[in-house]
């Protein structure tokens, strides 16, 4: 179904603006080229919970949250609710990705897939063959799909149709699914600990890590950084992964973003959002 947006979300949403993300990260350890910062609900955030990160064309940074979908401008947290939009009681967000056009993919509790565009916003459902599975990430392809791992599988919407691939087509068997897609456009995997690209119509695993479950997003500069419960690494096709951070204690990862600047964000599921940002060196930073 499609709704029309009230001109005040539109605004919120997709007005430009002349402020960008200026954040200052602040160093945890003096070893290391990489400096960490950390926002929790002390510092705005409704939730600890950090369920997606965006960074839209103005350079705003947009944060999905359990407790609800913030505008961040490096120095304040500002709320939009999707409980605006018809059919949608929950604040809730469980998912997020902004696409290559603008519009803003929302996953909400009990399942609800909104995309909210320029000015309207469409809701899939059942009828869509979208049903109400645990969403783990989303992403989209060099062609404008938006694959989503959902379940034990994963799907794609491609204009309104959605299609289902999985075991059929490859997918490893065990363990949490996840998606991103990188710098060239292609769609990468993981299941478990196994890591792997999708080509050909097919999942073809290339890498398998020591722990699970993995995490990762496309690095700007080509290939991924991946995030284990433990670290953070940067892998590229045809290399070894080489390790980045090592977090201070198992952590939860929910979702990652390279921003503009070339900085990692990482939402945790119940130690906020960390920030690392690159200055000079080689040695793994160890997060205290």
Same mark, same amino acid.
């Given at each position: 179904?499609?709704?029309?947006?009230?001109?005040?979300?539109?605004?919120?949403?997709?007005?430009?603006?002349?402020?960008?993300?200026?954040?200052?990260?602040?160093?945890?350890?003096?070893?290391?080229?990489?400096?960490?910062?950390?926002?929790?609900?002390? @510092? #705005? !955030? $409704?939730?600890?919970?950090?369920?997606?990160? &965006?960074?839209? /064309?103005? +350079?705003?940074? *947009?944060? =999905?949250?359990?407790?609800?979908?913030?505008?961040?401008?490096?120095?304040?947290?500002?709320?939009?609710?999707?409980?605006?939009?018809?059919?949608?009681?929950?604040?809730?967000?469980?998912?997020?990705?902004?696409?290559?056009?603008?519009?803003?993919?929302?996953?909400?509790?009990?399942?609800?897939?909104?995309?909210?565009?320029?000015?309207?916003?469409?809701?899939?459902?059942?009828?869509?063959?979208?049903?109400?599975?645990?969403?783990?990430?989303?992403?989209?392809?060099?062609?404008?799909?938006?694959?989503?791992?959902?379940?034990?599988?994963?799907?794609?919407?491609?204009?309104?149709?959605?299609?289902?691939?999985?075991?059929? @087509? #490859? !997918? $490893?068997?065990?363990?949490?699914?996840?998606? &991103?897609?990188? /710098?060239? +456009?292609?769609? *990468?995997? =993981?299941?478990?600990?196994?890591?792997?690209?999708?080509?050909?119509?097919?999942?073809?695993?290339?890498?398998?890590?020591?722990?699970?479950?993995?995490?990762?997003?496309?690095?700007?500069?080509?290939?991924?950084?991946?995030?284990?419960?433990?670290?953070?690494?940067?892998?590229?096709?045809?290399?070894?992964?080489?390790?980045?951070?090592?977090?201070?204690?198992?952590?939860?990862?929910?979702?990652?973003?390279?921003?503009?600047?070339?900085?990692?964000?990482?939402?945790?599921?119940?130690?906020?959002?960390?920030?690392?940002?690159?200055?000079?060196?080689?040695?793994?930073?160890?997060?205290?």
């Amino acid at each position: 179904m499609f709704f029309r947006l009230p001109t005040l979300l539109i605004a919120l949403l997709l007005v430009a603006s002349p402020l960008r993300l200026a954040v200052t990260s602040v160093a945890q350890t003096a070893e290391g080229g990489w400096l960490v910062r950390t926002w929790q609900t002390d @510092e #705005g !955030l $409704p939730d600890n919970n950090v369920t997606g990160v &965006a960074q839209s /064309a103005d +350079g705003f940074l *947009w944060v =999905a949250t359990l407790g609800g979908l913030m505008r961040f401008d490096g120095a304040r947290f500002e709320e939009f609710s999707a409980m605006h939009l018809p059919g949608v009681g929950y604040r809730n967000v469980r998912q997020m990705h902004l696409d290559s056009r603008g519009s803003l993919w929302l996953v909400m509790e009990r399942g609800a897939l909104i995309r909210v565009s320029q000015s309207t916003a469409r809701v899939f459902g059942a009828e869509d063959g979208f049903t109400d599975a645990l969403v783990a990430a989303i992403t989209e392809d060099a062609a404008g799909g938006i694959w989503m791992a959902v379940g034990n599988g994963f799907c794609r919407i491609r204009g309104e149709k959605v299609d289902r691939f999985g075991v059929e @087509e #490859g !997918l $490893p068997a065990g363990g949490s699914p996840w998606l &991103a897609t990188d /710098a060239r +456009g292609q769609t *990468w995997f =993981a299941r478990g600990s196994q890591v792997g690209v999708f080509r050909e119509g097919r999942w073809q695993t290339l890498l398998k890590l020591d722990s699970s479950p993995v995490r990762f997003v496309a690095a700007r500069g080509g290939g991924l950084w991946i995030c284990t419960a433990t670290q953070v690494l940067r892998f590229a096709e045809g290399s070894e992964p080489r390790q980045i951070a090592r977090l201070p204690r198992r952590m939860a990862v929910r979702a990652m973003l390279e921003d503009h600047t070339g900085g990692l964000w990482i939402g945790t599921a119940a130690d906020g959002l960390l920030h690392l940002r690159e200055t000079c060196g080689s040695a793994p930073l160890a997060v205290d």
